[in-house]
Structures are given as C-alpha cells and as structure tokens.
C-alpha cells in the first residue's frame, strides 16, 4: 500500500491561476522525498491539500488525494475520515506553528490530541505515559533541555525541532514538511534536515520535504519532486538534478534555486566540478536517462 | 544660510489639494450644524450659572463638612457593591468565553456569528440600571438583582471584546494543532486561547473596574449596595451625609483601579 496517493488534483485560485495543474504522485512507505520549485511553483499548496487542510477543484472523473490507502480528499472534498486520517500525517510549517505562548512540552503533548479521548484533551489531562513519550520525542531531537521553557523563548530550528517531536508524538507514519529550513540559518537547517532523515531512517517514516534549494534535496533527499507553475516536471532521482538539467527545467529561474556551491554555469562543467564535492557528481549520461524518467 | 534666504523668497507652496481642503471644512461645518440643532433640545442655558450662582454655591456650601456619622454602613454598603462587582463580573467572563468564540468570524460561519452577535448586541445595548430595576421585579430587592444585572450587561460588553482579540490571532499555530488531528474544540482551547489570554485577562480586570463604578448605582432602583444609602441621603436633602458617601465611592474606586491597572501590566 502506498504512503501518498494524488491523482489528478488540480487546483485554482481566482479565475484562472493554477497553483496545481493535474498533479498526480505516488510515494511509497519508507521514502524522503523532495519537492522542489521556485515560489508560486505549488510546492507548500500540494503538501497542504495532502494534508487535507484545503480541498481541490471538483473536475470530471477521479481526482483526490489517499493516505495510507484512505481517502483524505476526494473530487474536492474533505472527506469524512480526514480528521482520523491527519492524525498519521504530521505536518511540519515554514513558520513552526507553535503556540508561542504555551511551553515546549504542552506544544508537543498536542501531538497526543488525535488518540485519547476527547474529554481528556479538554481539559488537558494527559497520562504520565504521554507525558514521558513527550520528553522521549524532545531528547530524539536534541531540545529535551527546554521542556518547561515558553516556546517562543526558542530559537527557529529549535521551534522547528519541537515542531518534529510534535510530529514524533503524534506517532504519524508520514511526516510532511512545508518549507521547514526556509526561515533558518545554515547551521540550524542542516540540523533540522539531519533529524527529519535520522526520523526516516531509524523510525521508518515517510517523509516529504519541500524545499526551495535544491542543494539539501541533493544532500537528503533520494528522490524529488520538481514543480513549475503547478506542474511536475521532473519525478525521478535526486542525483540527476545537475545545475544544467535545472536550467533546462527552469530557464533563468533556475538560479534561484541553487545555492553558491553548486552553482554553474552549463558552457563550463569542468570548473564548477572542481567546486563541487564528489559524491554530488553526476555523469552526463544519467542526465540523459532522467530526463525520460 | 545667506544661499538658503535668497532662494526662500524664490519658493512658492505647492496648491493644496482642492478635494482635501473642501472635504475638511464640510466636516467642520456639519459639526457646527449638529451643535446649533442640540442647542434647543438640550435645554443649553448657560447664563442660568450665573443667575443662580448664589443658590449653587447655597447648594455646594451644603455638602461641607462632610458628615460620616454613618461610617460603619458606608463601608459594609460598599464592600458589598465590590462584592456585587465581583460575581457579576466572574458570571459574564465565563459566559463570555463561549460567546466571544461564537462571535468570531474566524471561528464560526457566519449563520452563527451573526446571531450570536446581534442577541451580544442586545446585552450591550441596555443600561445595568434598566436590567437591574427588571431584575428587580424579577428576583426582588437586594445585591443579587445587581450581580444579574452586571452579568448580563457585562457579558455583552465582554463577548464583544474577546471576540475582536480572537479575530486578531495568527491562523498559523491552529493550523498546526489542526494538522495533529485535534477536533475544533481542542483546537480553540489549545490554539486559541493562549493567544488571547493575556488580552481576555486585561479586559475582564478593566470590566471589574466599570463593573465596581456602575454597582455604586444600582442600589438606586434597589438593587443593592452604596447607592442605596446615596439615594435615600440626596432625597433626605441630607448633603453632609452624600458628600461622606461620595467620597467612600471615589476613594474605593481609585484603589480599585490602580489595583486593577497594575495586574493588568503584569498580564500584558
């Protein structure tokens, strides 16, 4: 059974923009998936709409989205189940979407919301247990030292980090995260982008990441997702993502997307590869081959 | 310096803007209008202050010295208008909360919020005293037709307010705890009350404050509390006793303020 199921989603906003244009995606249990994609490419709408936090255009014939082999959204409705389904998708945001004014441990605790019993939510009673699985998730991403401390005393990656264990806690099976290294610094994105593959890797959870440079898809993510105007472009492995074939993609706004390392300019290969670390080369023959994936 | 007077005298302002300057002085010109059409109506005789100037100061000589002979019930009366102050406020802030929420646009649709809105509106629009002297009748006299009174009155004032800070939230934390699965209820009480907790506290204090100046009047139509001993001393024409009373009420209430004021820094 798949992880993510879209097909056919398409979504307008106003009359006639298309922030998604016939979208259809499969992802399998246990993948790191990049999307990549200038701003306004669709990126974040498409992991929102498979969050089931907005509906797509209602068109002819099938078009939804499924998780875990149920239906989250379905010819442009939120359907019934969505509420049950989002409790194994946790969603990562840009913007960490914390609550600033509670503490790191009430934060994650939310987390527990979807499965206990409504009553208990209320009025906040969570159990030792819940309490404990809380810290376990703070120390998996290495903020257990500011359990008591008010969210907004954090740092971005450490709000985002608690946004992960928040996910953690949620104990979702699918992990999908909006642009969560767009608002940090280096330091703190590489240490955002390490724990959500550690949560791959070691807890086996799906994980789609968008991004808007392409250099931590390279580094992270073994497969991606590239979008233009609401369109997929591009599907296949991370590695053939060379700064050429983006700008064969992407035209001038190719740029945008690379950070300083890579950068390149197509006429000159030979002096961007002396730049460039090993592991991220890429022969051009694979180039070829990707490009009729 | 010498540079800079030469080329003043060369300067001109440029035209002020027609539409602007006319829109001005038509503002201007309806206020004026709107004072001379009150005039009548408000019974505006402002040389009857010096005519009878001898009479008020008669009048105001009256009240001095002030005349506490009746201090022990003074302060029980007005202990138990704080009182009065107390409850109804604690009964309009829990009421307010459901109904703040249910006011919002960003909360409910709108065949909620507009009814919800409107019945609010209602609350707000009728004076403490009115529901008080209907409560009056209802419950009979004492504090407890005050405290109703506060309550109703109060709720409409302080829904009104909460719902203004729930509209001002930022939509991002919810969205957050929506995405772990919670229901909209565990939404509000986890994404939106901590945001607007601070501002709910300042406000309720603030109402306490209004909550403590209106219940010194409710004992006027029966309602308990100082205003009761206030009414009965200005219609006894005893104005030594009124201005002892006067002062309990503006003493209590000053201290009630700054006390208030100061919590509500602490919150914000």
Same mark, same amino acid.
């Given at each position: 059974m798949a992880a993510i199921v879209v097909k056919s989603l398409t979504k307008t906003f106003g009359k006639s923009k298309k922030a998604l244009d016939n979208v259809s995606l499969t992802i399998e249990p246990g993948e790191m998936v990049a999307l990549i994609g200038a701003s306004g490419s669709g990126k974040s709408t498409l992991i929102r709409h498979i969050a089931g936090l907005v509906e797509g255009d209602r068109l002819k014939g099938y078009c939804g989205v499924n998780v875990l082999g149920r239906s989250i959204q379905d010819n442009g409705r939120i359907s019934a189940g969505a509420h049950d389904v989002r409790r194994h998708i946790g969603v990562i945001f840009q913007q960490f979407n914390l609550v600033e004014r509670m503490s790191v441990l009430s934060n994650v605790l939310v987390g527990v919301l979807g499965r206990i019993p409504s009553?208990?939510?209320?009025?906040?009673?969570? @159990?030792?247990?819940?309490?404990?699985?809380?810290?376990?998730?703070?120390?998996?991403?290495?903020?257990?030292?500011? !359990?008591?401390?008010?969210? @907004?005393?954090?740092?971005?990656?450490?709000?985002?980090?608690?946004?992960?264990?928040?996910?953690?806690?949620?104990?979702?099976?699918?992990?999908?995260?909006?642009e969560p290294i767009a608002s940090l610094d280096p330091a703190s994105s590489k240490r955002v982008m390490e724990t959500l593959r550690s949560v791959n890797e070691e807890d086996g959870i799906t994980v789609v990441v968008s991004l808007h440079q392409v250099d931590y898809a390279y580094?992270?993510?073994?497969?991606? !997702?590239?979008?233009?105007?609401?369109? !997929?472009?591009? &599907?296949?492995? @991370?590695?053939?993502?060379?700064?050429?074939?983006?700008?064969?993609?992407?035209?001038?706004? @190719? &740029? =945008?997307?690379?950070?300083? =390392?890579?950068?390149?300019?197509?006429?000159?290969?030979s002096k961007a590869a002396a730049y460039a670390k090993p592991s991220r080369l890429v022969p051009q023959g694979k180039l070829k081959m990707a490009v009729s994936v | 310096m010498a540079d800079l007077a030469t080329k003043a005298q060369t300067m001109d302002l440029p035209k002020a803007d027609l539409k602007r300057s006319s829109l001005t002085l038509g503002i201007w010109a309806i206020l004026a209008i709107a004072l001379m059409w009150s005039w009548e109506g408000a019974d505006m005789r402002p040389l009857a202050l010096y005519k009878d100037a001898?009479?008020?100061?008669? /009048?105001?000589? $009256?009240?001095?010295?002030?005349?506490?002979?009746?201090?022990?019930? +003074? +302060?029980?009366?007005?202990?138990?208008?704080?009182?009065?102050?107390?409850?109804?406020?604690? #009964?309009?802030?829990?009421?307010?909360?459901?109904? $703040?929420?249910l006011s919002s646009e960003n909360m409910?649709?709108?065949?909620?919020?507009?009814?919800?809105?409107? #019945?609010?509106?209602?609350?707000?629009?009728?004076?403490?005293?009115?529901?008080?002297?209907?409560?009056?009748?209802?419950? $009979? +006299?004492?504090?407890?037709a005050g405290v109703l009174a506060l309550w109703i009155h109060t709720t409409g004032v302080l829904a009104k +307010? /909460?719902?203004?800070?729930?509209?001002?939230?930022?939509?991002?934390?919810?969205?957050?705890?929506?995405?772990?699965?919670?229901?909209?209820?565990?939404?509000?009480?986890? $994404?939106?009350?901590?945001?607007v907790m601070p501002l709910w506290i300042s406000y309720s204090l603030y109402r306490f404050e209004s909550n403590v100046r209106s219940a010194t009047v409710l004992g006027i139509v029966g309602a308990g509390g100082i205003g009761m001993i206030l009414w009965e001393q200005i219609r006894g024409f005893d104005y030594a006793g009124t201005a002892a009373t006067l002062i309990v009420i503006v003493a209590s209430v000053t201290l009630i303020d700054v006390i208030s004021q100061r919590l509500r820094k602490m919150v914000t």
């Open positions: 009553w208990r939510g209320y009025l906040g009673l969570f @159990s030792k247990d819940e309490k404990r699985l809380a810290l376990a998730a703070l120390d998996r991403v290495g903020i257990l030292a500011t !359990v008591r401390q008010r969210a @907004s005393t954090l740092s971005g990656g450490q709000q985002q980090r608690a946004a992960i264990a928040r996910a953690l806690v949620q104990q979702s099976k699918i992990i999908l995260a909006d580094r992270y993510c073994p497969r991606t !997702v590239a979008l233009r105007d609401g369109q !997929v472009i591009y &599907d296949g492995p @991370s590695d053939a993502l060379t700064p050429g074939f983006l700008h064969e993609l992407y035209g001038a706004a @190719s &740029d =945008e997307l690379i950070l300083g =390392e890579r950068k390149e300019t197509p006429p000159k290969p | 001898a009479n008020m100061a008669a /009048f105001v000589d $009256g009240f001095f010295p002030p005349n506490f002979y009746e201090w022990p019930t +003074l +302060l029980q009366e007005m202990i138990i208008t704080v009182q009065i102050a107390i409850w109804g406020t604690i #009964l309009s802030v829990i009421c307010a909360v459901p109904f $703040g929420i409910v649709p709108w065949w909620v919020w507009q009814p919800v809105r409107r #019945l609010m509106d209602s609350f707000r629009a009728i004076n403490e005293i009115v529901f008080a002297m209907l409560f009056v009748v209802a419950v $009979g +006299l004492g504090p407890f +307010l /909460f719902s203004e800070a729930v509209e001002a939230i930022d939509p991002q934390p919810v969205e957050g705890i929506k995405a772990t699965g919670a229901d909209k209820i565990q939404q509000v009480i986890y $994404g939106v009350i901590p945001q």
